[in-house]
């Protein structure tokens, strides 16, 4: 049903819309209603795990390239600036 895509898609623009300028990261806690974000950090946790299995899913399932690149446009900054090592 195109109105659940619809939602589903403003429901990403909005999250992509709350990213830190400098890392590109997504932030931890965003106010529905407003789209604001509550917290003013970044942390991979249940919403923004979630957030970039459904980016990858959905690429996968429907073949949106789109969808695709939001993933990439997720998962690098995680990877550049969330990422640590074992020593």
């Known amino acids: 049903d195109p ?3 619809d939602a589903a898609r403003r429901a ?3 999250l992509d819309a709350t990213r830190f300028e400098a890392t590109g990261l997504i932030h931890s806690g965003v106010q529905v209603e407003r789209g604001e ?3 003013p950090i ?3 946790g249940g919403g923004v ?3 970039v299995e459904y980016l990858w899913k959905g690429a996968l399932q429907t ?3 789109g969808l695709a690149a939001r993933y ?3 998962v690098d900054p995680l990877h550049e600036h969330a ?3 074992h020593e």
Do not use: M
């Open 83 to 85: 990422s640590f090592t």
């Open 63 to 65: 073949g949106d390239l």
């Open 72 to 74: 990439r446009d997720t």
């Open 49 to 51: 795990d979630s957030y």
């Open 3 to 5: 109105k659940y895509r």
């Open 12 to 14: 990403l623009d909005a």
């Open 37 to 39: 974000p509550t917290l």
């Open 42 to 44: 970044a942390q991979l």
